[in-house]
Structure formats: C-alpha cells, structure tokens
C-alpha cells in the first residue's frame, strides 16, 4: 500500500549502522536491504558523498515507524517529512568529510524545493525513542546548510530562538553604546561552550566542551 507525500514539512535524518565497509559494499547492502523494505527512506547517502533515491518523493517512506502505526506520534511523521538515511554509525564517530558534502548538497536540494524551514530538520531522536542518527551526526551542519541561525534575540526580548527551538533568556537582550549585551553564560551554553568561572581571581574563561 503506497501513501501519497503531499508537502513535506520535515526532512528527519537518519543512519544506517554497518562498519566502515566502504561505498561499494554499502550499495550492495542497501540493494538487499530495498528488497526487504522498498519504502524504508527517500534518500541513502554514501560514505563516498554519492546519494541515491530509495522511496519516490511523492510518495510516504516508513523511515519513522510502520505505516499501520500513523495514529503515533512517531508513525505520523511518516505522512509529513522526507527521510534521509546516512550510512554509518554516527553514535560511534564522526562523519567523513566526503560523506558529510555530499549530505549538506541533498540536504540543501530538499529544503529548498520543498521550502522545509531549517528548524523542521529533525534527528530521529528528537521524534522517536531511538539513537538513530547518531550523537556524532552532524545536525548542527544539517541546519546550517538549510541557513538556520543558531541563536536569535529580538533587542529588549528574553525570548530567544536556539537551534529554531525557542527558549528564555536569564535577562533580556539590550544594546548598550551600540553593542548587543547578552547573559554571557547563556549565550556560551546555547552555543556548544562552556563557561568557566573562577571565584579566586574573579575570571570568567569561555572553554570548549569535551567529553
Ligand atoms: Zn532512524
């Protein structure tokens, strides 16, 4: 049973968990993989940049659940959003530069013909209970190719904008002699760094976060 896509409003990003086999075997598995499930995504994208079409756009994918599970919030995604499927373990390691390229270039090819603003490009988590794409997949990249600001603030406004998602300043957002002043710990963390404040000396030092 085929489900018409009418208007995507998502793109949902996704990998597919295989061991550094190389591009030529990935086409393989993925050969014998449509075979068992010809609608799982619209798009797989390889470890070498090289993308191809797995579902037909215009028609629903079950990238986010089986179709008899729509009335899921899960499942229900499958009926507005377009699935892109990496190759690779991304909870284990970054993506290749290669592979990464060749993902921002179908990333920036969807949103832009489907008009997807960039906050509606979601990880699989953010839908599902699932690890699926990855800690180490680059949303933060995905995003930023579809042009999304990381942080926006209206002057004189608390209410910020962090990754498309809103969120609340500590204090609002003023201009002073001309610069936007924001609360730097704030601004560091919504950022991706951290904030470091020595007491003793009476510093404040803004560090990169590492695990
Ligand atoms: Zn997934």
């Known amino acids: 049973m085929e489900y018409i896509l009418d208007d995507p409003k998502y793109l949902v990003l996704h990998h597919f968990v295989n061991g550094k086999i190389g591009a030529t075997k990935e086409k393989a598995l993925v050969v014998a993989t449509k075979k068992l499930n010809p609608r799982e995504y619209h798009y797989v994208v390889y470890s070498d940049g090289s993308w191809e079409g797995w579902q037909k756009e215009g028609l629903v994918a079950a990238h986010c659940g089986a179709d008899n599970q729509s009335q899921s919030r899960c499942g229900a995604h499958n009926f507005n959003s377009i699935g892109v499927c990496c190759m690779g373990n991304f909870e284990k390691g970054p993506m290749e530069e290669k592979q990464l390229s060749g993902l921002l270039a179908l990333v920036r090819d969807i949103v832009t013909r489907h008009g997807i603003v960039p906050e509606n490009i979601l990880p699989h988590s953010a839908i599902a209970p699932t690890a699926c794409p990855g800690k180490y997949f680059p949303l933060l990249e995905a995003r930023q190719a579809a042009d999304v600001p990381l942080v926006r603030v209206a002057i004189n406004s608390d209410q ?22 924001a609360p730097l710990r704030w601004l560091c963390e ?20 590492f695990s």
């Open 160 to 181: 910020a904008l962090v990754m498309g998602r809103p969120d609340k300043m500590p204090l609002k957002l003023v201009l002073d002699r001309g610069h936007a002043v």
């Open 190 to 209: 919504a950022l991706g760094f951290r904030i470091v404040f020595l007491r003793d000396g009476g510093v404040v030092e803004v560090r990169k976060k």
